[in-house]
């Protein structure tokens, strides 16, 4: 599994760009191979996209990836290197749905998922932002028929207690991950934490889902992670992305930020096979200064994998880019 190969991982996202592991990753300390940068600012034809907020992404090819923005309702390609290939065209809905997280369904499927939150709780922003919408590309060109239709579990989130005008504490859908061999679809909330302050992670069938049958169930998980707090934001880390490796099992991203959505501490990989109901914590430390909000996962020929990290960093407050980090043939 991941431990395994906790070295080699470590060594590549220390290397990049500058970054480091801190003392929590002692197998990284020693590495003394050079491993070529691999953290990108996310750019455009014209420069640093200066307001662009990434938040899902799925790799379409091994140097491309399909990543949604959660500023204004876009989906873009952009190769591994941060470049931004093209803007696709797609369905205005208004109010923004704040698209927060897009996962993989088949090669040219994919379902993206809105926050299911806003701060006020204001109901008519809330239902726009409380959707889930099956895109299709076929090339690099968006179907007519994408996000036509609501696949959004909504009764099922309701029953949460999480979700809706009486919930006293209300959901941010941050994480979405599927895993079709297993008929499973997996929703991640980044907030708010269960009363043991363990995260929240949904199980949900895939085939009941796409059927929008409102009988279906979701079941709660914590898989046995209970965050801690990061020392530079002083907050404690949340789920801010998941994808599933097929017959492997589920990749969780968790990141720190402070309320004011100015400072950024690091960021944490964990792991949970899917023969175990528990997660365990594979790197932390991971580019200190960098708001991880998307991960996905490429399987190579060779049995290994790539691993993307989108990093949102709000530029338009802020002035740090986004960014985009590429791990190169990590095996699992």
Not at 6 to 15: F, R, V
Request: with cysteine; hydrophobic share 35%.
């Amino acid at each position: 599994m991941f431990k395994n190969k906790l070295p080699m991982m470590c060594a590549a996202i220390a290397m990049a760009g500058g970054l480091f592991f801190g003392s929590g990753i002692a197998q990284a300390q020693g590495a003394s191979e050079e491993i070529p940068e691999k953290i990108y600012d996310m750019r455009g034809d014209d420069g640093i996209l200066e307001n662009f907020r990434p938040t899902g992404l799925s790799f379409l090819s091994h140097d491309r990836v399909l990543v949604c923005d959660g500023t204004d309702q876009r989906l873009h390609i952009f190769d591994t290197q941060g470049r931004r290939f093209k803007r696709l065209n797609v369905p205005i809905i208004l109010p923004n749905p704040d698209y927060s997280a897009l996962a993989p369904l088949s090669k040219d499927h994919f379902l993206v998922i809105g926050s299911h939150y806003h701060p006020n709780n204001y109901a008519r922003f809330l239902n726009n932002r409380s959707l889930m919408h099956l895109y299709t590309l076929r090339g690099e060109i968006v179907t007519g028929e994408s996000a036509t239709k609501d696949y959004d579990p909504i009764v099922a989130l309701r029953k949460t207690g999480y979700w809706g005008d009486y919930a006293d504490k209300h959901m941010r859908v941050d994480g979405l991950a599927i895993a079709p061999e297993a008929n499973k679809v997996y929703i991640a909330l980044s907030q708010p934490f269960e009363e043991d302050g363990s995260v929240l992670i949904y199980e949900g069938n895939l085939e009941e889902i796409l059927a929008c049958d409102k009988r279906t169930k979701l079941s709660q998980h914590s898989y046995g992670i209970f965050p801690r707090v990061d020392e530079i934001t002083e907050q404690h880390y949340r789920v801010t992305d998941i994808c599933h490796i097929a017959d492997r099992g589920l990749l969780i991203l968790m990141s720190s930020a402070k309320p004011n959505g100015y400072t950024f501490g690091s960021n944490q990989l964990w792991f949970k096979p899917d023969d175990s109901e528990d997660a365990y914590l594979l790197a932390e430390d991971i580019a200190p200064g960098n708001y991880g909000a998307g991960i996905a996962v490429f399987s190579k020929e060779s049995g290994s994998y790539d691993i993307a990290i989108t990093f949102d960093n709000n530029p338009g407050k802020t002035s740090t880019p986004s960014r985009l980090m590429l791990l190169e043939d990590v095996s699992i």
